[in-house]
């Protein structure tokens, strides 16, 4: 984990903010929640997380495809040190896109197999705020988010999300168990870099994540 915190370090130092990057849990979203973002037609990312767990290292790796406007599929797979892996299915569709007066909605799955926990959500996300002077600092498209689900997200989940110059996102999110805050910086080509800290900033998790039109 130094050596991942180390690439980070370097990756910040080399500082286009993400549109809809894989999550940790694999779908496309903040840190643990979704948002209403997808993938565009032909769009597709893969990501690949290492998150310091307690009990050991997860490791998860994960894909996502936009099979349509507002449609998009994946697979993950996450695996804990000593522990056998499992491979799930994800699926998210927008039914709604933002306006200027109305959020984005869209309505997901995770898991629907059960091979760990089947998971389904509907999740809100809109812009607050196009463009601001922070601290001498450019803010960018801060918006929220927020969401329903059962499963690995059983109750109300809240997010917030907002790019800071052109390159890095950060955001704070409520998973519906703990608090989670980090942040994803685009360091061109399609790749990004993922810092975040989980279970009330226990744990941490560092990824790479590749977005690619074709």
């Known amino acids: 984990m ?3 915190a180390m690439i980070v370090v370097v990756a910040l130092l080399m500082a286009q ?3 809809a990057a894989p999550s940790f849990l694999g779908f ?19 990501a690949w997380f290492n998150v310091d767990l307690i009990d050991g290292d997860e490791t998860i790796y994960a894909a996502n495809l936009g099979l349509r406007d507002g449609l ?3 697979v993950v797979r996450s695996k804990v040190e000593l522990a056998e892996g499992e491979t799930m299915i994800t699926a998210k569709y927008r039914i709604r896109p933002e306006t200027d007066t109305h959020a984005a909605v869209a309505v997901g799955a995770l898991d629907p197999t059960d091979e760990v926990d089947s998971t389904v959500y509907v999740v809100a996300s809109k812009l607050l705020m196009g463009r601001a ?8 498209g801060l918006r929220a988010h927020v969401g329903v689900g059962a499963g690995q997200l059983d109750g109300v989940f809240l997010g917030a999300s907002a790019t800071l110059g052109d390159r890095l996102l950060v955001a704070a999110e409520y998973d519906t168990a703990d608090v989670n805050v980090g ?7 399609g790749f990004r870099v993922h810092a975040a800290w989980f279970d009330d900033l226990d744990d941490v998790g560092l990824g ?3 977005n690619k039109m074709f």
């Open 133 to 140: 002077r922070i601290f001498k600092g450019e803010v960018q």
């Open 28 to 46: 496309t979203g903040l840190l643990r929640v979704p948002t209403a973002d997808t993938l565009d037609l032909n769009e597709f990312n893969a």
């Open 183 to 189: 942040a994803r910086l685009s360091i061109g080509y």
């Open 2 to 4: 130094v050596r991942l």
């Open 208 to 210: 790479l994540s590749y």
């Open 72 to 74: 998009e599929l994946g």
């Open 17 to 19: 903010a993400a549109a």
